[in-house]
């Protein structure tokens, strides 16, 4: 869990510092404000800048990054262009000034950071006579004295002890050294419009079939479809499953498709939940689909799970019934699940925050103060 | 009463009286239409919107009516306290013309009824404006003196300015005229130095 976040760097978000952060972070703002990038630069930490997820992200802005192997004269100009487009003003820089940092507001805290870097590439002998190609990173201090060699660029990541070099002279995005960094993912992010991983619902079906968590699937689907008896997924092979649902008044299973995109997205929400415990949950447009009747009840499952599974999660939303039935859940005396309202607002291209507890939040309501 | 907000720029009121006042010194002194006039429905919720009120994307600006009642001091500190609070910074005395003070793009007024130097309400701030020889006015006195004597009064001594604005109105052309029409008829006086000064508050405050 994080308790605190700093972002640096990371596209509209130049600085940005939050000094605490509660288990379910509800974020608004209008267009341009950064709320998607927030989110992004916490899936980037949580994965620990994760190349697989990277490359998504890239092609969901989309920027091209694909390297053809006609093209794989310029791969490392296709990098660049493509990786300095998560930098603020795409910039391409190589002093610690320029580096993206994401992590938490305190000193001791250890951020992942991310910036580009240069290197002479240096093929050895080893004593034991084998090749090997070592790259040595260009002391900041002296990137403007002339070097014979030519340097290459790479880029740099670093996370607490673990550090990175990453060539950019080739495809990364389908090299395997990224997965060192790497540990197990526990992050879930649900995107808007972002409809690439369609069999991702299915894999993340697999990994809590049978288990207790797939109790909460049902208990989700019952907001829409109170009949709802059991949810599975099928399909004539494994690439291609869909998720089909068994109500109690119908003998035969019904496509999920067929009901609507409400219940579809809320599969789409606690399929990721259950499946990121102790981790991150992201959701980009929580009203996306949802008529505000059932906004109330999703937020009850989700406070209810997150505090379960020790899940924390960051919504962002533009919609008045989304903040006000996170509220009313907020302010409910039984609810121990803590949560805030963070603001982003564009101020002349800096990007700041306004926070409102639940007490301003019940407030503003009752009063009909606008918080958006 | 409740409005359709439609200006980034607030001022907060106590209740639907104060709105209707400001409304129609508005309209006499050709203030420029350029604030919501919010009726917080007392003082209790509107102490507590003021921090929230300045949060809001659009509100750049906020100013704040209330009644002294009968601790101006209190409630100076309390309101004092809340927009130091915030970020802004407050001298320690309410000035006589009313309080103004700015924050990077905010702004923040304040004006304690009647004429933030002694205690009361509104309907103090009203009785101000009777004009100053009326004939009425000493038989409103004496005959609120006579019921009081007799302990015929139904109100509390706190509301005694009350009883005595609504008795004076009670006796004009339209009896039963609300405060905010009253000087929209021009039975009140609003050339009266308090009520410029507040003019000139809105004014410097909105303007």
New interface residues.
Partial sequence: MLNSLYIKNYRILKELRLDSLDQVNLIT??NNTGKSSFLEAIAIYASKANFNFIGDLLKSHGESFRIEDELAEQAEKINIDALSSLFSDRALGFSQDDEISIGEVKDDSTPLSIRFIKYVKKIEQDPSGEIITRRFPLPLENETNDYAEEYKIGLHIAYGANKQLIPLERNIYRSRIFTRIADTLNVEFIRTGYTDDKNNNATLFDNIALTDKEKYIIEGLKIIEPTTEKITFIGKNSKDRIPVIKLSNHSNVLPLKSMGDGINRILTIILALVNCENGFLLIDEFENGLHYTVQKQLWKIIFHLAGRLNVQVFVTTHSEDCISSFQEVLNDPSEKVKGKLI?L?NVNGVIKQ?E?SPK?LK??NE?????? | M?IQ?KFPKKLLVEGNDDQHVIWALCQKYDVIESFDVVD?NGID?LI??I???F????TKTVGIIVDADDALQQRWEKIRNILTGIHFEVPADLPADGLIVSHEIQKAGVWIMPNNRVDGMLEDFISFLVPKDDPLTPIVESTLSEIESKELNKYSERHRSKANIHTWLAWQEDPGTPLGLSITKSYLNADEETCVKLINWLNRLYG
Avoid: L, M, N
Avoid at chain 2, 55 to 58: D, F, G, L, R, T
């Fill in positions: 703002g209008k603001r607002d306004t409102f301003e407030i503003a009063q009909d103060i606008e918080v958006r | 409740k907000e917080c919720d507590e919107q921090p929230i009120r949060k809001s994307s659009e």
